[in-house]
T-cell receptor, first 118, second 109 residues
């Protein structure tokens, strides 16, 4: 009964390939996120979806395209993979308690997908 | 100036010690604040939320100083199992959480 799950857990691929990472949450949350954690362990937000609608799109190359078929799923597709894309990608979900005050329920993270581009 | 700044450490302390981590943030309009813990090769997990002036949970105490835009985490009676990276997290509004780079803690026997 994992709350936030991601697949695959590990992904090793060649430069130039296209790959997808899938994320699912069974918490009933409205908001889902993708984060990237690089080799320096810095965790940075990439995208956020609320009820299938994109609400945060940070400065991310357009090779990265998130897709949310429903509010329980948020997938990440990456085209033309580059060496610098190697990182751990975390999916997360949360519920907004008070949108005006920006109060969020706890963000729950998935176990991460370790991507290595060779 | 970075949006959220933390001392990267590492803090090497003996079991039983008291250790404090500091964090500063740049956006004075930030509403909510959190401390997350991340173990090696694991996902971040919420340790404490800090909504008002601070709160305490067992050996852990979080303090917020809005005037100075400063958050702290105090760990008393450190355990070996407290060894991890502690992430300061600030809600910048519009569901956007900004994570600090983390402070590493190593508790030794």
């Amino acid at each position: 009964d994992t709350a936030v799950s991601q697949t695959p857990k590990y992904l090793v691929t060649q430069m130039g390939n296209d790959k997808s990472i899938k994320c699912e949450q069974n918490l009933g949350h409205d908001t889902m996120y993708w984060y990237k954690q690089d080799s320096k362990k810095f965790l940075k937000i990439m995208f956020s979806y609320n009820n299938k609608e994109l609400i945060i799109n940070e400065t991310v190359p357009n090779r990265f395209s998130p897709k949310s078929p429903d509010k329980a799923h948020l997938n990440l597709h990456i085209n033309s993979l580059e060496l610098g894309d190697s990182a751990v990608y975390f999916c997360a979900s949360s519920q907004v308690l008070d949108r005006d005050r920006g109060l969020l329920e706890t963000q729950y993270f998935g176990p991460g997908t370790r991507l290595l581009v060779l | 100036r970075k949006e959220v700044e933390q001392d990267p450490g590492p803090f090497n302390v003996p079991e039983g010690a008291t250790v404090a981590f500091n964090c500063t943030y740049s956006n004075s309009a930030s509403q909510s604040f959190f401390w997350y813990r991340q173990d090696c090769r694991k996902e971040p997990k919420l340790l404490m939320s800090v909504y008002s002036s601070g709160n305490e949970d067992g050996r852990f105490t979080a303090q917020l100083n809005r005037a100075s835009q400063y958050i702290s985490l105090l760990i008393r009676d450190s355990k070996l199992s407290d060894s991890a990276t502690y992430l300061c997290v600030v809600n910048m509004g519009a569901n956007k959480l900004i994570f600090g780079a983390g402070t590493r803690l190593a508790v030794h026997p």
